[in-house]
């Protein structure tokens, strides 16, 4: 299995700014992509943002000029920086890996447990 930690959640004020990370771990041969996603209570998860091996990005439409994706030079981690934090904001977000493991000779989705955000004033 890829185990996934996400860190860096917390509460903030409006027009704050925060910053989560994810570590990928295990046996792993490949990652595709990697991203975040976000869940409010009685709404969908949503894509955030991801990135993929080749550095394409690509942002809701909610989140443009204020969110920025980033992975490291080994991509067995992701980060978002988030500034201009609204109230909408507020949900439990989730990072999510594309991944091969060694063991595999497929593909696979790998989701972290989640992590609180709470924007609010």
């Known amino acids: 299995q890829v185990q996934l930690v996400e860190s860096g959640g917390g509460l903030v004020q409006p027009g704050g700014s925060l910053r989560l990370s994810c570590a990928a771990s295990?046996?792993?041969?490949?990652?595709?992509?990697m991203g975040w996603y976000r869940q409010a209570p009685g709404k969908q998860r949503e894509l955030v943002a991801s990135a993929g091996s080749p550095g394409a990005t690509n942002y809701a439409d909610s989140v443009k000029g204020r969110f920025t994706i980033s992975r490291d030079n080994a991509e067995n981690t992701v980060h978002l920086q988030m500034n201009s934090l609204k109230p909408e904001d507020t949900a439990v977000y989730y990072c999510?890996?594309?991944?091969?493991?060694?063991?595999?000779?497929?593909?696979?989705?790998?989701w972290g447990k989640g992590i609180l955000v709470t924007v609010s004033p």
């Open positions: 999510k890996t594309n991944a091969r493991p060694y063991r595999s000779s497929y593909d696979w989705d790998y």
């Open positions: 295990g046996s792993i041969f490949r990652i595709n992509t």
